[in-house]
Nanobody
Framework: QVQLVESGGGLVQAGGSLRLSCAAS????????MGWFRQAPGKEREFVAT????????SFADSVKGRFTMSRDNAKNTVYLQMNRLKPEDTAVYYC?????????????????WGQGTQVTVSS
């Protein structure tokens, strides 16, 4: 089993940056693809970013491409989401997720484990 805990959210002004972390427990962390998703009030949960099991392949939603980066440190059982040039529309609860598959995936149905989320608020 895998347990995930997000941290690093907060309130920032438009144009600012935040770095989210997701700490995972479980001996099989290195075999999992990882993803970041977000959900704004009244909106569906949407894909943000994903990386494959070894971090060599990443994909991003069009809305964040060029502004966000994702990385993982399997030795530390941690994945990161670096968010730059934040916009008010980035405001959401951000969730870390782990897949039982090794390949990166954008479909939330392919993720078996989810963290509790961390709030990101961007003021204009």
């Amino acid at each position: 089993q895998v347990q995930l805990v997000e941290s690093g959210g907060g309130l920032v002004q438009a144009g600012g940056s935040l770095r989210l972390s997701c700490a995972a427990s479980g001996r099989t962390f290195s075999s999992h693809a990882m993803g970041w998703f977000r959900q704004a009030p009244g909106k569906e949960r949407e894909f943000v970013a994903t990386t494959n099991w070894n971090g060599r392949s990443t994909s991003f939603a069009d809305s964040v491409k060029g502004r966000f980066t994702m990385s993982r440190d399997n030795a530390k059982n941690t994945v990161y989401l670096q968010m730059n040039r934040l916009k008010p529309e980035d405001t959401a609860v951000y969730y870390c997720a782990a897949s039982t598959l090794g390949r990166a995936a954008q479909n939330p149905d392919e993720y078996a484990y989810w963290g509790q989320g961390t709030q990101v608020t961007v003021s204009s």
